[in-house]
């Protein structure tokens, strides 16, 4: 199902949302029934207990993809890389009218998809790390990663004006 839903947004909004080597990944992981607790492995062993341990074979395949990428293996940046596109998403929405508050965007992401409470959600997060950071690794990630770290121009003309989303 993953699979499907990933190239679909692929096709709908191109490498911004789902690049190529993460359907390859997941379409190795279908062919080797990686596929989650329906079969009772994925990234994790699932056992009738109700345990779970790291897939070792999992772990196995992800070494071999990640070989053909740049090395990520700090974990601030894999924090920012996932954080970031999240943080843009959040202002694309904002921008295209998707949402009709900052308020909506944390509240939704707060208690849509686990965003942690204790940062307030994307748009307190962007307010009090500042969106001129943001702007700046955005860039940085740009140029290292690609173009599906391009912040958005309402970020970008927040940061040069130094703006906040809440007063």
Request: glycine share 8%; aromatic share 10%.
């Amino acid at each position: 199902m993953i699979t499907y839903i990933v190239c679909h947004l692929k096709n709908i909004f191109g490498e911004r949302l789902a690049n190529s080597s993460v359907i390859e990944l997941l379409q190795i992981f279908v062919k080797n029934n990686l596929l989650g607790k329906k079969s009772g492995q994925g990234l994790y062993i699932y056992s009738n207990d109700g345990n779970k341990k790291i897939n070792p074979k999992c772990k196995e395949l992800l070494r071999n993809s990640l070989t053909q990428t740049k090395d990520i293996s700090k974990i601030e940046t894999i924090q920012w890389r996932i954080s970031l596109r999240i943080l843009n998403e959040a202002a694309r929405c904002l921008e295209e009218n998707v949402i009709s508050s900052p308020t909506d965007g944390d509240i939704g992401a707060v208690f849509g998809f686990g965003f942690p409470p204790m940062k307030g959600g994307p748009f307190r997060f962007m307010d009090t790390y500042g969106t001129s950071n943001i702007v700046d690794l955005m860039n940085n990630y740009q140029l290292e990663y690609g173009d599906r770290f391009a912040p958005t121009q309402l970020l970008i003309d927040m940061a040069k004006e130094n703006k906040k989303f809440y007063p």
